[in-house]
């Protein structure tokens, strides 16, 4: 088994964990991927590209998910909530409250500063390629008027 089957059936037993979690057993043992998601995994090099075959029976099952398991997927949500109600009221986590406040301002700010780039790269990008619009255009102006001699 090379490293790459070795990660596809680690990214399987993942989903099946989490359907696992959210909708039960039984769900989660109904489970199959799409037999071409593998074939398209591998020959990518871990890379699937969008397939509608495979979007279309990923979605058939959640929808099967939905109809048949909602309760649990209801029941998992309710547990989450109350395992957040029950992790917000902890001393420990009262205490990092402001450690995370200041952590969570430095990350939107790295995250805003790099949107700022991203837009200036952008805009620079646009101008350039008007400065060598314009160019071309002077340039083809000029062959034509050359060639009108």
Not at 24 to 29: S, T, V, Y
Not at 49 to 64: G, Q
Request: proline fraction near 3%; aromatic fraction near 8%.
């Amino acid at each position: 088994m090379t490293d790459l089957e070795r990660f596809w059936h680690d990214l399987m037993d993942g989903r099946r964990y989490i359907i696992n979690e959210v909708y039960g057993n039984e769900a989660m043992l109904r489970y199959r991927p799409h037999p071409k998601e593998k074939e398209y995994f591998l020959s990518n090099n871990g890379r699937v590209p969008h397939s509608i075959e495979v979007t279309e029976h990923t979605r058939r099952f959640y929808d099967m998910c939905e109809q048949m398991y909602q309760h649990k997927r209801l029941a998992y949500e309710d547990r989450i909530t109350k395992n957040k109600v029950k992790a917000h009221n902890f001393p420990e986590y009262k205490k990092g409250k402001a450690e995370r406040a200041a952590l969570a301002a430095k990350i939107r700010g790295v995250i805003l500063d790099h949107a700022k780039e991203e837009q200036q790269d952008g805009q620079q990008g646009q101008q350039a390629a008007a400065q060598e619009t314009a160019s071309q255009e002077t340039t083809d102006t000029r062959t034509t008027q050359e060639e009108g001699r």
